[in-house]
């Protein structure tokens, strides 16, 4: 049977990843390329691979190309259902943190947040998360207050997007310095 026979759900996860960008006028060397580069073993799910792909469509301004939607492509997906999930976790040294925080005055070492904002904060509602300088991740070590450094968020999402891209170990402030002034 054909692949353009075929229903999503009997296709393979590569195959199914070239249906859609096809849809949407990509050629297949750009469907390779894209899975290659940003998909391949990334996504548990089809929902969450197609809602990826159709990020990056909108992104490139493409337009749905054939007359007819097929199921998954729609304007709404389903979200919220609850499921359980198995997560494993480092642990992490609270008083640590704690002192890390308070040196910090809680506000992200780059940014600034929450002191760029106008509205009082109590210290116990936290908005800055510690980042580890030698990414956790790395394995069990021993860790100085020296070690770590509070940022928001974004900061911390940022700089550790920005090290995996350019391949650092060592994921400094410096890097949101240097890429993100």
């Known amino acids: 049977m054909p692949i353009?026979?075929?229903?999503?759900?009997?296709?393979t996860d590569y195959q199914f990843h070239c249906r859609y960008c096809i849809l949407y006028g990509m050629t297949m060397d750009e469907a390779a390329d894209l899975w290659n580069r940003k998909v391949k073993g990334n996504y548990s799910d089809r929902d969450e691979h197609i809602n990826f792909l159709?990020?990056?469509?909108h992104q490139e301004g493409r337009e749905y190309q054939?007359?007819?939607e097929t199921a998954l492509v729609k304007?709404?997906?389903?979200?919220?259902?609850?499921?359980?999930?198995?997560?494993?976790k480092r642990k992490r040294e609270r008083a640590l943190v704690r002192c890390r925080l308070e040196k910090d005055n809680?506000?992200?070492?780059?940014c600034g947040f929450p002191s760029q904002i106008k509205a009082e904060i109590p210290l116990?509602?936290?908005l800055v998360e510690i980042h580890h300088i030698n990414p956790i991740q790395d394995g069990e070590r021993?860790?100085?207050i020296e070690d770590l450094i509070s940022l928001c968020p974004n900061c911390h999402k940022l700089v550790h997007t920005i090290g995996k891209e350019l391949d650092f170990s060592i994921l400094s402030i410096d890097l949101?310095?240097?890429?993100?002034?």
Do not use: A, F, R
């Open 4 to 11: 353009s026979d075929k229903k999503d759900e009997e296709l």
């Open 54 to 57: 159709l990020s990056i469509l």
């Open 66 to 68: 054939p007359k007819e």
């Open 75 to 88: 304007k709404y997906l389903n979200e919220g259902e609850k499921y359980i999930t198995e997560v494993s």
């Open 106 to 110: 809680y506000e992200c070492q780059h």
């Open 124 to 126: 116990n509602s936290i």
């Open 142 to 144: 021993e860790t100085k």
């Open 176 to 181: 949101l310095q240097k890429y993100c002034p």
